[in-house]
């Protein structure tokens, strides 16, 4: 057991608590800390699999922007900031059933799929190898993507906007 | 398809049957090419027929020219086959198969032996003859070229009728003929009873026809095949059954009764005598009407097992052929129109032919249809020559006393009805002796006695036209003459073979036994000969003699007591044979007239009260009962209830399923997500 | 260090992703049970980029990130929409296509 199986095992038992606090707590709020810690593990796992832009890129959209975003809309949806015992709807029990489902049948296969493959870091990915990779392969995904973040930006604006 | 028949037949020596004839031929002899290229015959006036239509108009004599180089070549040709014939040779048979059906073929072929190049000189010469005689009697008329054409058919047909060598030929060469005496009888069918007469000889030859064809179809049933030969050796052999037989002759004699007008279908050959002289005596005396007698000839091992003929006693042919000889010799004592009585006397002469068959005389048929051919064409073109100078009328009650202006006409018309009433040594005598020696031999008294009262009418009523015609005094208009070189010629050269050719059968030397007989190869068959028999010769002598012999008393002595006509019984009698048996009158009237009488007025009553009483009835009923129950019970109840229960069936699954549609997407997604894993989960399970 | 760890991970945050998206009632709720999907789907391009040591796999992580942005500022409009119409943020009141 190195040093990085200690890690995983802390960073993924911190994810999976937060994610499970996250669709079971009461309040809002914590909900929406929960899923820092979920954001924060997730980047701290990229970072032992030595892919540090993606790892800072994360950090830097997900908790930076996206996470802000949301505790914005909480607070424009006059989101209860107390305990609320109806943030659960009917199909609760259902809805776990089916999750656990789609849970076992996924380790069942990924199980059987890649039984004991490694992992073999070899050297650490970095951003030059990923802007190569950007702008020599997928420049056109690039360039659609931008296209979409305008898009997706201008219809935000327009959605949301008062009518008068 | 014609090129393969061509090549086939001229190819020599195929199919060859290599037989021995009867009688004089010892040694085995090859057939003889002229016979074996038999094919011609037939080929060359149907050649003729279409090479008239297509030029004749052009040429100088409107294409007399073309049909009679063709009769003249098959005369030729046939004079040629007699001779080899006579010298020996083997029978030809020759066929080759033009159209094959897997199961059964059809061939195409010829036969020739004996009795067909018999028919071949007698087709040819009485054809050429007609046609030369034609040149002048139709000289002038408007349709000159088209009957040449229909002549030339007409030879070609019969010819090949004779030289067939299996039934589907013949009846093609039988149903042609039917065909080409169609369109001569109608020749001037501007007049209605011309196309009626020609209407009638067609449509009661059909009926014939059925029964032909019906028992050609039998044969080939019973035999597997419709070569002739091939059905003469079975049913000689007993290799089918006698019921089979019957049947099958049974039904060709309705054919042969059609065509050889005989006994009830007799009624279209005096009507036939419409048509112009020429033709009535190539067709309606010499050949066509002999066709039935010659398909018995050529058939008759299957007349002659299927009725029994050795056993002697009355038969269906025999019976036939005597009632028609008899009935018909009656009617000609009351024809005032020449050629009605020429008509009349050839059924009763074919009526004789087909006794002298059905007593087992196969050589005395045969032979009196040859002799029989040469006189009744002579008798009538000596009428038509007749007419030709009475101006166009037959009517014998406008002629009289020609024998002062047309003497070459009186001697010839002489001869023939010598000829024909049988007085030795002329050729009707030789050949009616014979038929009435088989009936005597053969045990057949019915058939002796009808013959030989026969043989007295004949003489009688043919003394009598003779007198009308040529006797007393000239009771018609104008002045009468001799007619041209065209037409007496033909008449000089008939009269030879009338007066002579029956001596070729005379007893001590009975050349016509040997060239022609009955054979059939691989069979055993004999037909006996009998001896001559002087008595009964004298007798048919002296009767022929005492019918002329009245003849002379009643009409040229007028010695018969007066108003004997007026008189009853006899009025009655005369009258009868006046309206034809009333025959004509049961076909009209009778038949007719009663469908379209008594029962269309009854089929009208029924129509009217039976029928429209029916409908009315059912309509009332459906209004008054039947509709209103369809409305309130088989309609509102019943269609329209289902229709609600559907309906509120429908509405209720509706409702059920409505609730799926929330509307919340989180039940949607649940559904989704739910899916996908099962989904997924089958997937994994299956691969 | 296994893969299959890394990818029963993701396995377990995506299916807790699945919970929260089919039984919250708020709006942003589900929103981020959506994020908790997104990470876990990332988390496997990761790892799997890092296994058979190709770089477009993180390439493609990048291009989800981005995605899940502008997804998540349009999804936050129609909140804001929905609870300017309906004075309510919670999604079983959003019911108008009920048939």
């Known amino acids: ?93 259902p809805a776990l059933v089916v999750s656990l489902g789609i849970a076992g049948l996924l380790i069942a296969m990924l199980a059987d799929a890649f039984q004991d493959d490694k992992v073999r870091i070899t050297n650490a990915t970095g951003t030059g190898e990923i802007a190569d990779s950007i702008f020599n392969q997928f420049v056109v995904p690039f360039e659609v993507v931008s296209i979409l973040l305008l898009g997706a930006l201008v219809g935000a604006v327009v959605l949301a906007r008062r009518d008068d | 398809m014609l090129a393969t028949i061509a090549q086939s037949l001229l190819a020599e020596g195929e199919h060859v049957v290599d037989s021995v004839g009867e009688g004089g031929h010892e040694a085995l002899e090859a057939a003889s090419w002229i016979l074996q290229q038999g094919w011609l015959m037939p080929l060359v006036p149907a050649v003729s027929f279409f090479a008239i239509l297509f030029f004749g108009k052009r040429l100088p004599r409107q294409g007399a020219e073309i049909g009679l180089a063709a009769v003249g070549f098959t005369f030729l040709w046939a004079v040629l086959s007699a001779f080899e014939w006579i010298g020996g040779s083997a029978v030809v048979e020759r066929s080759t198969t033009w159209f094959s059906n897997g199961r059964f073929d059809i061939d195409v072929g010829i036969h020739v032996d004996g009795l067909t190049v018999m028919m071949f000189v007698v087709v040819t010469t009485v054809s050429a003859l007609v046609h030369v005689y034609s040149l002048e009697y139709l000289r002038g008329d408007q349709r000159f070229t088209y009957y040449y054409a229909a002549l030339s058919l007409f030879t070609a047909s019969m010819l090949n009728l004779v030289v067939a060598d299996n039934l589907l030929q013949l009846i093609v060469g039988w149903e042609l003929v039917g065909v080409c005496s169609f369109m001569l009888i109608g ?73 050889s007008a005989q006994f009830p279908l007799h009624i279209w050959l005096p009507d036939a005598m419409a048509g112009p002289t020429p033709v009535s005596a190539l067709i309606h005396a010499a050949t066509m009407v002999v066709a039935g007698v010659y398909l018995v000839a050529r058939t008759y091992g299957v007349f002659f097992e299927g009725f029994s003929i050795d056993s002697g006693g009355i038969n269906l042919l025999a019976l036939t052929g005597g009632v028609t000889l008899f009935i018909a010799a009656a009617l000609a004592f009351v024809q005032h129109d020449i050629k009605k009585v020429l008509a009349y006397s050839t059924v009763s002469q074919l009526g004789y032919m087909i006794a002298a068959l059905g007593v087992g005389a196969w050589t005395a048929a045969v032979f009196h249809l040859f002799t029989h051919a040469f006189f009744k064409a002579l008798l009538f073109l000596g009428a038509g020559s007749v007419s030709h100078a009475a101006h166009h009328t037959f009517d014998m009650r406008e002629m009289g006393g020609l024998r002062k202006y047309m003497p070459r006409t009186f001697w010839t018309f002489i001869i023939g009805t010598v000829a024909l009433a049988g007085i030795p040594p002329l050729a009707g005598f030789w050949s009616k002796d ?57 008449l000089m050269i008939l009269a030879v073979p009338s007066l002579l050719i029956g001596l070729i059968n005379a007893p001590g030397i009975e050349k016509f036994n040997d060239w022609v007989a009955f054979h059939v190869p691989d069979v055993t068959f004999h037909l006996e000969h009998h001896d001559f028999d002087p008595g009964l010769a004298l007798i048919s002598t002296v009767i022929a003699v005492f019918g002329f012999a009245v003849a002379t008393w009643v009409y040229y002595w007028q010695k018969a007591p007066k108003g004997l006509l007026e008189r009853q019984p006899v009025r009655a009698v005369h009258t009868f044979l006046e309206q034809k048996y009333y025959l004509d009158h049961i076909a009209v009237s009778g038949i007719a007239a009663g469908t379209a009488g008594p029962i269309a007025r009854g089929t009208y009553w029924i129509n009217q009260h039976v029928i429209d009483g029916i409908v009315n009835g059912v309509g009332v009923a459906t209004n008054r009962f039947l509709a209103p129950f369809t409305y309130d019970v088989l309609d509102q109840e019943l269609v329209d209830g289902m229709y609600d229960d559907i309906a509120g069936a429908t509405s209720a699954v509706g409702g059920l399923l409505r609730k799926a549609q929330s509307g919340l997407i989180q039940r949607y997604a649940l559904v989704l997500f739910a899916a996908v894993g099962a989904g997924g989960a089958a997937l994994a399970y299956l691969t | 260090m296994y893969l299959n760890q890394y990818l029963f991970l993701a396995a377990v945050l995506f299916c807790i992703g699945v919970y929260g998206v089919l039984s919250r009632r708020h709006a942003v709720l589900v929103l981020m049970s959506v994020e908790i999907m997104l990470n876990a789907v990332n988390i496997n391009l990761i790892a799997f980029s890092v296994h058979i040591q190709e770089v477009s796999g993180q390439v493609f992580a990048l291009f989800v990130i981005t995605v899940a942005a502008a997804e998540v500022g349009v999804g936050l409009a129609i909140v804001i929409l929905i609870y300017r119409n309906l004075a309510s943020p919670y999604l079983d009141q959003v019911d108008s296509l009920k048939g």
């Open chain 2, 434 to 490: 014979e038929i009435l020696l088989g009936a005597k031999e053969g045990d057949f008294g019915t058939i002796l006695i009808l013959g030989s009262i026969g043989a007295f009418m004949t003489a009688c009523y043919m003394g009598r036209t003779v007198f009308l015609t040529f006797f007393g005094e000239y009771r018609g208009h104008g002045t009468p003459h001799e007619s041209p070189g065209l037409i007496t010629v033909p």
């Open chain 2, 187 to 259: 020749h001037w069918w501007e007049e209605k009873p011309n196309s009626d007469a020609a209407l009638k000889a067609f449509l009661t030859t059909r009926v014939g026809d059925v029964g032909l064809m019906l028992g050609a179809i039998t044969l080939f049933f019973a035999v597997g095949t419709f070569n002739i030969e091939a059905i003469n050796q079975a049913a000689l052999s007993d290799g089918i059954r006698h019921g089979l037989l019957l049947t099958a002759a049974c039904l060709l004699l309705l054919g042969v009764a059609g065509k």
């Open chain 1, 1 to 93: 057991m190195g040093p990085q199986n200690v890690a995983f095992g802390i960073i993924a038992a911190a994810m999976i608590v937060g994610a499970i606090r996250v669709v079971t707590t009461k309040v809002v709020v914590h909900a929406a800390l929960y899923l820092v810690v979920v954001l924060a593990g997730a980047a701290g796992l990229y970072v032992l699999l030595a892919a540090e832009f993606v790892a800072w890129a994360q950090v830097l959209i997900y908790v930076g922007a996206i996470l802000v975003l949301l505790l914005f809309g909480i607070m424009l949806t006059r989101a209860p900031l107390h305990p609320s015992s109806e943030l659960d709807n009917d199909q609760r029990w």
